[in-house]
């Protein structure tokens, strides 16, 4: 998850708590421990994880002890931060029902990092009154997606879209052929992630339909979505369609440089116009040609990414970037250039330098003096700033 990759990363530069979920109160009764741990790829040394104790479960009534709960919970977690000798406080939030923790922890500076569309819904809602009034109060906004940006960018003058990103060194650097992979026919139309309703099942079943002579590779765990099943359940009887499953992510990362075109099969609605998939520069890091569904987040880079509009132009756009146009040094450098511009390690050091610069002249000029942002060996920035 975004949230994961740039939280990790925010600990080359400060020290940083992750505040795991709490534990619900039938896990106290029941003396079960839940495991909830942050999944970045990357943690540095200023990166620290808080798993609230069990007496201070999630809790929903009365009031007054929900909020009880919540303020040693947070307590309990910037303790961990004073510990190590800060002296200023950043809360960084995720979601819009973290909102309580604004009025219940003192801080120094505020953050919201919007990810994604939390109503889920397909057709276009107004923004949630929580959530405004979480745009509102905070410091600074960064904002993953332009459809998002443009729709919730108006509430804080403090507002930075940011795109999501790729740790291009793991996905760039050749990997040998996954061996499930080795005796399916080729070509391989490719795609890797969650097998989800965001999908658009019915243009995969026309592409496996008309294209008996592509196979189509999907990797990825199903979302239990009802809606899907009888899709799921057509595919898997043809004979040009390789349901590969879940994969642990550095098993993942071999897949998309193996196939002879990515795609990236979206339904148009009211949700996915917000989203902002990862697989994206994913995708771009490995070289290989790229069709996706013209929604947002893809219609910026119609120069390394094919925008069909409908189920015959997916058909030909496939066909064409399976041709030797699209398979040169050249073109496969544009590509890699492009994802590289979004590497994790690029986009987090804008993050940082946004909060050492809200934290005041003197956390800017020691940022600017710590590290370039791609060098990883770099020590935390607050080991001469708390």
């Not at 009534?61 to 919970?73: I, K, Q, Y």
Request: hydrophobic share 40%.
């Amino acid at each position: 998850m975004v949230r994961h990759h740039i939280m990790a990363r925010l600990g080359r530069y400060f020290h940083m708590v992750w505040v795991n979920p709490a534990h619900q109160w039938q896990e106290i009764l029941s003396a079960r421990r839940q495991s909830a741990n942050a999944e970045g790829n990357v943690s540095y040394p200023g990166f620290a994880e808080y798993t609230p104790e069990f007496w201070l479960p999630e809790l929903y009534h009365p009031a007054w002890l929900v909020e009880l709960s919540l303020r040693e919970r947070l307590r309990h977690a910037k303790r961990v931060l004073t510990e190590k000798g800060c002296k200023k406080t950043v809360l960084y939030l995720w979601r819009p029902e973290f909102e309580p923790a604004l009025h219940l922890l003192p801080h120094d500076l505020s953050c919201y990092h919007l990810e994604d569309e939390y109503s889920f819904s397909r057709v276009e809602l107004p923004v949630d009154p929580v959530e405004a009034r979480v745009l509102t109060a905070v410091n600074e906004v960064f904002i993953l997606s332009p459809a998002l940006y443009e729709k919730k960018g108006k509430f804080n003058p403090h507002t930075a879209y940011l795109p999501g990103g790729v740790d291009f060194e793991a996905y760039s650097r050749p990997l040998p052929q996954p061996k499930d992979l080795i005796p399916i026919p080729r070509p391989l139309i490719g795609y890797v992630g969650s097998l989800k309703w965001q999908i658009d099942w019915n243009l995969l079943l026309f592409l496996t339909g008309r294209h008996p002579e592509w196979s189509f590779v999907l990797v990825g765990p199903p979302s239990p979505h009802p809606e899907i099943a009888d899709a799921l359940q057509t595919l898997s009887r043809r004979r040009n369609v390789f349901f590969l499953g879940g994969k642990p992510s550095a098993e993942m990362i071999a897949y998309p440089q193996h196939f002879d075109v990515c795609i990236m099969p979206y339904g148009l609605n009211d949700y996915t116009r917000y989203i902002y998939p990862l697989k994206l520069h994913e995708y771009l890091a490995g070289g290989k040609p790229l069709v996706g569904t013209p929604i947002a987040s893809l219609t910026p880079y119609p120069e390394v990414i094919s925008l069909p509009q409908n189920a015959e132009q997916w058909s030909a756009a496939i066909a064409a970037a399976l041709g030797t146009a699209e398979n040169t040094d050249e073109r496969r450098a544009a590509r890699q250039s492009l994802a590289k511009q979004h590497d994790w390690e690029v986009l987090v050091h804008k993050i940082a330098e946004t909060i050492a610069q809200s934290l005041g002249p003197a956390y800017a000029d020691r940022l600017s003096q710590h590290v370039q942002p791609t060098r990883r060996e770099a020590s935390p920035l607050t080991s001469d700033i708390p």
